[in-house]
């Protein structure tokens, strides 16, 4: 009988005897299952957000305003920070896509980002803050909001104004920001 090179087994440098990983592929195996609870957890938490109509973010937006907020250091609470969309800083005085504004709803470090084309019924914006070291959204909306002198549970109450509607409070749940009753 007359062996073919094809029909010759071939090496494989991630298999070593008898069908076994080599060692340094079990050791990538073990450090990406270890690493997938983490990647995981940096992730923006959107279980508990408040919206006035739908989403104003899409899942691609969320991954880089996560890593924007992360790695920001924008302290201006006046007019904020300048963001291209693939998450770069924009240069002062030129058109940005997304702006991020210091913005303290409680103890934690909060940030109101918002698209830099607001329109004459407000803008979209969102709340993010860090809990227990992790962005979570709180607010997802289309108009303007207003942090208030008044706090529930150790979170600022907000004014809504809504495109062409009545304002109205929002005060903090304890998970999240509910429409207070009037």
């Known amino acids: 009988m007359i062996r073919s090179k094809a029909a010759e087994p071939r090496h494989n440098s991630a ?13 990538l195996i073990v450090a990406a299952v270890l690493m997938t609870p983490s990647m995981a957890a940096a992730r923006i938490d959107t279980d508990a957000v408040w919206r006035s109509d739908g989403p104003v973010f899409s899942d691609d937006q969320l991954v880089v305003i996560e ?18 969309h693939d998450g770069t800083p924009a240069k002062r005085g030129t058109t940005a896509d997304i702006k991020i ?29 860090r809990i227990d070291n992790r962005w979570r959204l709180l607010i997802e909306s289309f108009g303007m909001l207003e942090r208030e002198r008044t706090s529930t549970r150790g979170f600022r109450d907000l004014t809504f104004h809504p495109r062409g509607g009545a304002a109205f409070r929002l005060t903090w749940s304890g998970r999240g920001y509910v429409r207070a009753p009037e």
């Open 15 to 27: 298999r070593c005897g008898r069908g076994r990983r080599a060692p340094w592929v079990l050791a």
């Open 67 to 84: 890593k924007i907020l992360t790695a920001t250091r924008c302290t201006d609470e006046k007019s904020g920070c300048g963001y291209r």
């Open 101 to 129: 504004i210091r913005w303290q709803v409680s103890s934690h470090p909060a940030y109101l980002v918002r698209a830099d084309y607001c329109g004459a019924g407000g803008c979209d914006e969102g709340v993010f803050v």
